[in-house]
Structure formats: structure tokens, C-alpha cells
């Protein structure tokens, strides 16, 4: 006989949930986040499965699964499943920061990537705000914007997200230092503005 601590029962009580999902979705399943203890709750739901799409036929089978999984550990814990597209980002976004790790690793990704961005002949500031700005997590100012510097941009954001193993989301917001209005609004938001 096999005796789980509370927390254990979560555990593996997700990852049974987890592999019945894959076996029954495949490549329809896009994502999953189960928050650390089944307490926790975002819109008051302990997991995120995000699919290509929703039907009706995929939320009876995710709550059939969802049961099956639950009897089988007698009812020790409760899913609360949260089912999204992936064109919900706000969603899984929001599941994602409510991870201590996720909160900690966007922070270092964060000071990485304004180091790594520095380096750039054509970066006049970089701007870190405590909370998210217009739907951004650091703002990048330029003296003209252009594809070649959006690009650059891009590759060094992606080359960091890698870095982190994608637990850590950047989203830049490019202005120029004509942009006076958004540079305020962003310099209000940095720990002691």
C-alpha cells in the first residue's frame, strides 16, 4: 500500500490527469498548468489546459477524464479545470506569474535581456517597470524604429525566453524617444518613480 502526504496526492493526482489528457488529445493539447497546491485557485480554477479549440464534445471529456482521475484517488483532491484557446494570452499569462517560479525566473529574464539589449548601438533606454504597461513588461526606446532593429530586438527576446526554458515571457514595448507620453507612463512605474 502506498501512503501520500497531502501534497504528494496532488502531485500525482496531476500527473495521471495530465497523461489521460495527452493520450485522449494528442496534438490538440497545447499547454498545462497546474498551480502548486490544489488550494490555489486563478478564476477560481486549480489547472489550465489550453487547446486549439474548444467544442463541446472536448469539455465533456476533460470533465469525464477530470472525474475518472479524481476516483481514482478516492476523492483526496479536486480538479478545477480552466479550458482555454491558446488566443486566451491573458489567461494562461495569468496562470503563469501565480507560480512563485514563474514570477522569479521573468525577473531574472528580465535583467538578462536589458543587459544583453544594452549592448545595442541603437538602445537609447530601457525600462523595467514593477507592473505590466500597455499589455508590456519592459519598454525599449529607440532613436528611429526599423525592421532591422525590431528584429534584433526580437532574436536577443527569444534567445533570453530560451535561456529561461520559456518560464519567463518578455513583451517588449518599442517606442521612440519621441514618445515622450509612454516613456512618463513607464518611468512612473519603476520601483521608486
Known amino acids: 500500500m502506498i501512503t ?27 499547454g498545462f498548468v497546474a498551480l502548486d497546491e490544489q488550494e490555489q485557485n486563478v478564476y477560481e480554477s486549480n489547472v489550465l489546459i489550453v487547446l486549439k479549440e474548444i467544442n463541446t464534445e472536448y469539455i465533456k471529456e476533460i470533465l469525464r477524464i477530470k472525474r475518472e482521475v ?17 488566443e486566451e494570452k491573458d489567461v ?3 496562470f503563469l506569474k501565480s507560480q512563485p517560479e514563474h514570477e522569479e525566473n521573468s525577473k531574472l529574464a528580465l535583467e538578462n535581456f536589458e543587459s544583453e539589449i544594452k549592448k545595442l548601438p541603437f538602445i537609447l533606454e530601457v525600462i523595467i517597470p514593477t507592473e505590466r ?55 512612473r512605474n519603476i520601483k521608486g518613480g
Do not use: C, G, H, M
Open 70 to 86: 479524481e476516483k481514482k484517488f478516492e476523492d483526496k483532491a479536486v480538479i478545477s479545470p480552466y479550458i482555454a484557446t491558446e
Open 133 to 187: 504597461i500597455y499589455e508590456s513588461n519592459v519598454l525599449i526606446v529607440l532613436k528611429e524604429i526599423n525592421t532591422e532593429y525590431i528584429k534584433e530586438i526580437l532574436r536577443i527576446k527569444r534567445e533570453v525566453e530560451k535561456k529561461f526554458e520559456d518560464k519567463a515571457v518578455i513583451s517588449p514595448y518599442i517606442a521612440t524617444e519621441e514618445e515622450k507620453d509612454v516613456i512618463e507612463t513607464f518611468k
Open 4 to 30: 501520500f502526504v497531502k501534497k504528494d496526492i496532488w502531485n500525482y493526482l496531476i500527473l495521471q490527469y495530465l497523461q489521460e489528457l495527452v493520450k485522449k488529445f494528442e496534438d490538440k493539447l497545447i
Open 92 to 94: 494562461i499569462e495569468t
